[in-house]
T-cell receptor
Framework: EAQVTQNPRYLITVTGKKLTVTCSQN?????MSWYRQDPGLGLRQIYY???????DKGDVPEGYKVSRKEKRNFPLILESPSPNQTSLYFC???????????????FGPGTRLTVL | AQSVTQPDIHITVSEGASLELRCNYS??????LFWYVQSPGQGLQLLLK??????LVQGIKGFEAEFKRSQSSFNLRKPSVHWSDAAEYFC???????????FGAGTRLTVKP
């Protein structure tokens, strides 16, 4: 089954304790992206990756890191989480369109993170 | 700066009534336009998209949307809403050779019996 998986689905942590949220896709997509969803703000892009070893900042990259060592995986790293990073996080992947922009994105189920 | 506006935070319609959700974007270049739906506790699922060609696009679940360049709009419509359409709807815009995606804040749809 084609899917994007994220782990963990729920996480409660404390300020400053490093954490990683994993994301994996089995569709051989080049493009992967991380978003955070906050009430009234919709989805805001954190980082995206056009392919292996190619990453770039989105709208709200501060406090986050990513890596893309393999095509299927795109982990999101919070080196020193703070309460303002409490949010619902989504990973997404897609093929790139013929014209070069991103095409239909497939979303993971989300990770609800609480930082105390 | 690129932005996407969904003017309606919450809309309530009766089952069987027609629906229109508004989306406006700001940018001069030709955008790629998407509508996604998010059911409670779920990720987002694509309803439809516009890249080029016919400005009226058909999607899944009976939805359609029309791209109007002169109004910078991409409104989503459905002629007859079903109770299962209750969800949150997001308009998204991507740009050619610009790989960031911008999402609107979302419109929550409530369907009355």
């Amino acid at each position: 089954e084609a899917q994007v998986t994220q782990n963990p689905r729920y996480l409660i942590t404390v300020t400053g304790k490093k954490l990683t949220v994993t994301c994996s896709q089995n569709m051989n997509h080049e493009y992967m992206s991380w978003y955070r969803q906050d009430p009234g703000l919709g989805l805001r892009q954190i980082y995206y990756s056009m392919n292996v070893e190619v990453t770039d900042k989105g709208d709200v990259p501060e406090g986050y890191k990513v890596s893309r060592k393999e095509k299927r995986n795109f982990p999101l790293i919070l080196e020193s989480p703070s309460p303002n990073q409490t949010s619902l996080y989504f990973c997404a992947s897609s093929f790139t369109s013929l014209a070069g922009g991103t095409d239909t994105q497939y979303f993971g189920p989300g990770t609800r993170l609480t930082v105390l | 700066a690129q932005s996407v506006t969904q003017p309606d935070i919450h809309i309530t319609v009766s089952e069987g009534a027609s629906l229109e959700l508004r989306c406006n974007y700001s940018y001069g270049a030709t955008p790629y336009l998407f509508w996604y739906v998010q059911s409670p506790g779920q990720g987002l699922q694509l309803l439809l998209k516009y890249f080029s060609g016919d400005t009226l696009v058909q999607g899944i679940k009976g939805f359609e949307a029309e791209f109007k360049r002169s109004q910078s709009s991409f409104n989503l419509r459905k002629p007859s809403v079903h109770w299962s359409d209750a969800a949150e709807y997001f308009c998204a815009v991507g740009y050619h050779n610009n790989n960031d995606m911008r999402f609107g804040a979302g419109t929550r749809l409530t369907v009355k019996p």
